[in-house]
């Protein structure tokens, strides 16, 4: 399902224009995007959360040269699915 299609989904679920589901979803982006950009994270109850996570610097190779070079540290985002979300993909 690709965003219109979800933007489609969402208007036909709640009775509303697609533009203004568009609007909700743009939205609900934009707020989870800011949180976890800010480090604080978002949780969802049944649903699931996002927060972020770290990735050490390590030592990479350049699979065409062979070169080894060092990759940077990282912020990472993660998502973990709330309990009722595994279980219903898992029925």
């Given amino acids: 399902m690709n965003k219109q299609e ?10 509303i224009s697609k ?3 568009g609007e909700a979803v743009d ?9 976890v950009a800010e480090g604080d994270g978002m949780q969802l109850v049944g649903f699931g959360a996002f927060s972020t996570g ?6 990479g190779r350049n699979p065409r040269t062979g070169e080894t ?3 940077a ?10 309990k009722a979300f595994k279980d219903s993909v898992n029925s």
Avoid at 6 to 15: F, N, Q
Avoid at 27 to 35: D, E, S
Avoid at 73 to 82: I, N, P, Q, S, Y
């Fill in 6 to 15: 979800l933007v489609d989904a969402v208007a036909s679920a709640v009775g």
């Fill in 19 to 21: 533009s203004a589901a």
């Fill in 27 to 35: 939205a609900f982006v934009a707020v989870v995007t800011q949180a």
């Fill in 54 to 59: 770290q990735r050490a610097a390590r030592t």
């Fill in 69 to 71: 070079l060092q990759i």
């Fill in 73 to 82: 540290a990282a912020k990472t985002v993660k998502f973990t699915a709330g």
